[in-house]
């Protein structure tokens, strides 16, 4: 099992940045794929982006040159690096974890609010 506890949100207006933050309870290389998802009021949960245990990435087509995913094993945390923030990005945002034969883990979520 892996318990996720996400920080980092907050309020910034257009044009900001924010670093989200997710720290798991165990050793993240043991973690096949950790991404970042958002949802939006009204809205399904989509994904933002992930990065497997040997740090390769992908991205939503909207965040692409905006978001940097990374992870920094020693600290057992997953970072969500948004430049350009922009309205649309509004959402709640998970951290996710999934390890091989388990259901996927979520974090408790964070919000992220762009003002224009």
């Known amino acids: 099992q892996v318990q996720l506890v996400e920080s980092g949100g907050g309020l910034v207006q257009a044009g900001g940045s924010l670093r989200l933050s997710c720290v798991a309870s165990?050793?993240?290389?043991?973690?096949?794929?950790m991404a970042w998802y958002r949802q939006a009021p009204g809205k399904q949960r989509v994904l933002v982006a992930g990065?497997?245990?040997?740090?390769?990435?992908n991205y939503a087509d909207s965040v692409k040159g905006r978001f940097t995913i990374s992870r920094d094993n020693a600290k057992n945390t997953v970072y969500l690096q948004m430049n350009g923030l922009k309205p649309e990005d509004t959402a709640v945002y998970y951290c996710?974890?999934?390890?091989?034969?388990?259901?996927?883990?979520w974090g408790q979520g964070t919000q992220v609010t762009v003002s224009s």
């Open positions: 996710n974890a999934m390890l091989i034969h388990q259901l996927p883990y």
């Open positions: 990065i497997t245990s040997g740090g390769t990435t």
């Open positions: 165990r050793n993240i290389f043991e973690i096949n794929y």
